[in-house]
């Protein structure tokens, strides 16, 4: 049997974890020992140890001398015999600590931040990621869009890039029949029953865009009035300023019974599913989970024009994409998908399934990944 370590930087609703979860889901624990190095910040956590005995609670996503230390005694004393690494911080201490220890590695990207940086910070996170690509013998990209963002890492070529599609299992989207009014009642929302409701589920971070969609969505009031918006998601600790600027914004704008923000929600889906729309305007992603929940749920979709987004989506054939980082592109967005026929709508929802079941199963993404497990500990044994 073999023992691979998983090195991710939080437990937050996101990506990246449900990705990890899905992996170790469908771990053949026969042929594989999971050994998990996360940080234990978020609902995550207790899935992932649920999953295995070795769970390792350390904070991976900052720069930080004593995570070090842990994580390198932790690899010392679990000896594993490859390394998978999900998001930017996890990436640079298992990459680091691979090379060391003469360990493989495989790095899942899970999306490009860099450009909100500031240019002194963006220029040195480059070159450390350049410098990394060195030493990293396998990469994971979730889609095309994304490998092109890539192309910034120059020293990142092509024989060390695997595109594999995340993935979902749909058993458990179809089985869901919410009912409206009670949902709606344990939201203590009962006044949005005969309203038109659009969903939202994401992380609460400046490149989600949030503010601009709450703006965006105050200027589609104007023409519609009888438009709610209901906002779920988590909230890390380093974001919790941009999270107040989202709720001052709500109450300075006078939205407070026509927004929820209703943080994390272990019944998301029963929520998204009575929705009558679904709303993503991120600035950046990898490939997208939430748009692929979404097209699960069976709602249609809007979505900003950004790699990721327009790998599972297309204009007017699985849904609508609007102009990033565009409070009108918003507007115009949602007031087109309410002004357009039901046939309409029915048919951008019936086609985004086909091609969910088409490109996006679990199945796919899992059976390329383990591929690449074993591809990558042949080519570390040659």
């Not at 207790?46 to 350390?58: P, Q, R």
């Not at 495989?106 to 690509?133: C, K, M, T, W």
């Not at 592109?329 to 985004?352: D, P, T, Y």
Request: glycine share 6%; hydrophobic share 40%.
């Amino acid at each position: 049997m073999k023992k691979i370590c998983f090195i991710n930087g939080t437990t937050v609703v996101g990506g990246g974890p449900l990705n990890l979860l899905q992996l170790l889901e469908n771990l053949d624990k026969k042929e594989w020992e999971p050994v998990i190095c996360s940080y234990d910040d978020g609902p995550y956590w207790n899935k992932f140890k649920n999953l295995t005995t070795k769970a390792y609670s350390i904070p991976l996503r900052k720069l930080s001398l004593s995570s070090w230390l842990k994580l390198r005694s932790i690899l010392n004393k679990e000896k594993p015999d490859l390394i998978h690494t999900h998001g930017k911080g996890p990436g640079l201490y298992g990459r680091i600590a691979g090379w060391l220890f003469r360990i493989p590695v495989i790095h899942s990207f899970h999306g490009f931040h860099y450009y909100d940086l500031p240019p002194f910070q963006r220029r040195f996170h480059l070159l450390v990621e350049n410098i990394l690509a060195l030493l990293t013998p396998h990469h994971i990209l979730s889609c095309r869009g994304e490998r092109n963002k890539a192309r910034v890492i120059h020293l990142l070529k092509d024989r060390k890039i695997n595109i594999i599609h995340n993935g979902l299992r749909l058993t458990k989207f179809k089985e869901l029949k919410p009912d409206k009014r009670k949902t709606l009642a344990s939201l203590g929302l009962e006044s949005w029953e005969n309203t038109m409701l659009v969903g939202a589920m994401s992380r609460i971070s400046p490149e989600k865009g949030i503010l601009n969609l709450i703006h965006g969505f105050a200027h589609a009031l104007e023409t519609c009035s009888h438009l709610r918006l209901a906002i779920i998601g988590s909230c890390q600790e380093e974001h919790a300023q941009y999270l107040k600027s989202v709720q001052t914004l709500v109450r300075e704008l006078n939205l407070s019974s026509k927004i929820a923000i209703l943080g994390y929600r272990e019944n998301a889906f029963d929520i998204l599913k009575i929705m009558d729309a679904y709303i993503t305007t991120s600035l950046s992603e990898g490939l997208p989970y939430n748009i692929l929940e979404a097209i699960a749920l069976e709602q249609p979709i809007i979505a900003t024009d950004i790699p990721g987004n327009n790998d599972i989506i297309r204009d007017s054939i699985e849904g609508i994409l609007i102009p990033p980082d565009s409070i009108d592109g918003i507007r115009q967005g949602i007031l087109k998908m309410f002004h357009m026929e039901k046939n309409h709508r029915k048919s951008l929802v019936r086609k985004a399934s086909e091609r969910l079941k088409k490109d996006f199963s679990l199945e796919k993404m899992t059976s390329s990944v383990f591929s690449l497990y074993k591809k990558a500990l042949n080519s570390h044994s040659r």
